[in-house]
């Protein structure tokens, strides 16, 4: 029971994105953006100087099992 609140739906993950950008000659950083069924979009940042097609392999394999799975909002 809601006790007169509206319950928001559950969005899903639909998207994912991974983008690197060359810094200097020896740094690559490495950028991920999630998007929801909503519209929301959530932003994050994973860099390992050095690993970064080891680090951009891993982003992409565990981010892509997120796709279609509910958001928590936690």
Do not use: C, N
């Not at 994050?44 to 394999?61: N, W």
Request: avoid cysteine; charge should be neutral.
């Amino acid at each position: 029971m809601t006790h007169g609140r509206a319950t928001a739906p559950v969005a899903t993950i639909v998207g994912v994105a991974l983008t690197t950008v060359r810094v200097s000659a020896k740094t690559q950083w490495i950028f991920l953006e999630l998007a929801d069924d909503q519209g929301r979009l959530g932003h994050g940042e994973a860099t390992l100087q050095r690993r970064e097609a080891a680090v951009a392999e891993r982003v992409v394999s565990v981010a892509t099992a997120y796709l279609g799975q509910p958001v928590d909002p936690q």
